[in-house]
Structure formats: C-alpha cells, structure tokens
C-alpha cells in the first residue's frame, strides 16, 4: 500500500496496473479524510472566532436580504467549536459521497466503453490519486509554523 502511495507521483503507470490488479479502498479513503479532517481542525483553530462571525453576519445579510440584526440574532448562539465539529463532519460525509457520484459516472461509461473496469477499481484508483489533501494540509502546517514560530 505504501508503495502505491509512492509509485503514484514517481512511477504512475505502475501504480495504475497495481491499483486496477488489487484495488484497495479503506487505507487512501482514510489518508484523504484524515487530512481533510485535519485542515478543517487546523483552520478552525487558527482563525479568529470574532472575525469569522462577523464574515458570516455580513454574507447571511447580503445573501437574504435581511437586516444585520435579524440575522445577528439568529447566530448568537454560534460557537466557533460548534463549526469545526459540523464541518469536520461535513467533510467526512461529502468527501466519500462525491466520490462515489464520480466513480458511479466512470463505471457506467466503462460499462458503455467495454473498459471491464469495476466500480471498486475506479473508486480505489481516485482515492489513491487525490492528493490534494496531502499537499494542502503540508502547505497549511508549514504556514502555521511559520505564523507561530518566526
């Protein structure tokens, strides 16, 4: 498995016959919530609580056309801690569902095309090519070691 996550940037197209040969989808799926998770935990406590609210206030008022104050009173009661746990589990629920849409889109165009590629081997194959989480979440821990530690 390791090896697929190597092979992946280095030798992709033989991490391609590896993954379509023995796919695999708890470990990449995990990888890529883990750190999905993992940038929302790190924003959320690194952004400042007043502001964020007041963001929100601001969008909300242009958004429904309603007085700051309605919808000021409307969002009293949010905690910034209360956001990171509903995004936190928003990711963990939308992430894997989007991913089931595309890979349900690339198993029926490869029922059309003849491809014999499975769902699981194109589910496993797009867990194992996103990457974004993982560049992401180095790109944001080296910005907050810089921002803490000058």
């Given at each position: 498995m390791i090896n697929n996550l190597i092979n992946i940037i280095t030798a992709p197209k033989e991490a391609f016959g590896s993954i379509k040969d023995?796919?695999?989808?708890?470990?990449?799926?995990?990888?890529?919530?883990?750190?999905?998770?993992?940038?929302?935990?790190?924003?959320?406590?690194?952004?400042?609580?007043?502001?964020?609210?007041?963001?929100?206030?601001?969008?909300?008022?242009?958004?429904?056309?309603?007085?700051?104050s309605q919808i000021r009173e409307g969002l009293a009661d949010m905690d910034p801690q209360r956001i990171m746990i509903q995004s936190i589990?928003?990711?963990?629920?939308?992430?894997?569902?989007i991913m089931v849409l595309y890979c349900g889109y690339l198993s029926l165009i490869s029922k059309?095309?003849?491809?014999?590629?499975?769902?699981?081997?194109w589910y496993s194959l797009s867990c194992?090519?996103?990457?974004?989480?993982?560049?992401?979440?180095?790109?944001?821990?080296?910005?907050?070691?810089?921002m803490y530690y000058p």
């Open positions: 023995k796919p695999t989808v708890l470990f990449p799926l995990l990888i890529i919530l883990l750190f999905s998770t993992s940038l929302q935990h790190g924003y959320f406590n690194t952004v400042n609580a007043d502001f964020l609210i007041a963001q929100t206030e601001e969008q909300a008022a242009a958004l429904f056309n309603q007085p700051e589990i928003g990711v963990l629920i939308i992430v894997p569902l059309f095309t003849h491809d014999e590629i499975s769902f699981k081997q194992w090519r996103d990457k974004k989480p993982l560049i992401l979440s180095k790109k944001y821990s080296c910005y907050s070691l810089a």
